[in-house]
């Protein structure tokens, strides 16, 4: 375990962030943080504002990409004649039990 600096939270749950942290990732009063809990442990991330729309479109495939997930490489049409046909049987199921 990395022991950094060790601080404590004040009566509202708020902690500061030390100036040589927010220094070295360009920490401000403008900069949006993101704030993640995961496990047993608290993750703080500066967000990169992106101010031009080609700058917004390649950040919008970059987060694409990542999260393509179960669909990649996916044949829709195929898919959708299988999602198709559990709904049809779903119902004559349905149909049945009346």
Known sequence: ????????????????????????????KNVPLNIVQKDKG?????VEIIQSQEEKNKAFLKILEKTQGGWAGDDWPETEKRRRKIELEAAKRRRKAW
């Open 1 to 28: 375990m990395n022991i950094g600096i060790i601080t404590q939270t004040n009566e509202k749950g708020q902690i500061v962030i030390p100036k040589k942290i927010r220094d070295t990732l360009g920490i401000n």
């Open 42 to 46: 608290i993750y703080i991330h500066p």
